[in-house]
């Protein structure tokens, strides 16, 4: 079992800065695959960023490379999610999310979830 615990949301203005973070618990939680996705209202929820064991990330191409980082620490067993030059398009409830195997950029494929934590982007 996984635990994931999402911090960091928050209101922000367009052009602004949040740093999520996820906090991970459980069994190897550094061998997992850590991801993030997020879910906007009405939407389908949608990949944004995800960093496995190796710290090799991979980014949602069209909404985020170049703006949105991922990192992790696996000491603190925590992953980060650093979002510069925020756009009202990016508000959205963030979810963290663990996976032992499979695609990366998939929700069905990732087991664990957290609970999510909200931004809002206002312009």
């Known amino acids: 079992q996984v ?3 999402e911090s960091g949301g928050a209101l922000v203005q367009a052009g602004g800065s949040l740093r999520l973070s ?3 618990s459980g069994r190897a939680v550094d061998t997992y695959t850590l991801g993030w996705f997020r879910q906007a209202p ?6 944004v960023a995800a960093i496995d064991r190796n710290y090799i990330s991979e ?6 490379k170049g703006r949105f ?3 992790r620490d696996n000491v603190k067993n925590t992953v980060y999610l650093q979002m510069n030059t925020l756009k009202p398009k990016d508000t959205a409830v963030y979810y963290c999310a663990a996976q032992y ?9 990732y087991t664990y979830w957290g609970q999510g934590t ?4 206002s312009s």
């Open 59 to 64: 980014y949602s191409e069209d909404s985020v």
């Open 42 to 47: 009405g939407k389908e929820r949608e990949f």
């Open 3 to 5: 635990q994931l615990v």
């Open 118 to 121: 909200q931004v809002t982007v």
């Open 69 to 71: 980082t991922i990192s």
């Open 22 to 24: 996820c906090a991970a």
């Open 101 to 109: 195997v499979g695609t990366i950029s998939r929700a069905i494929e």
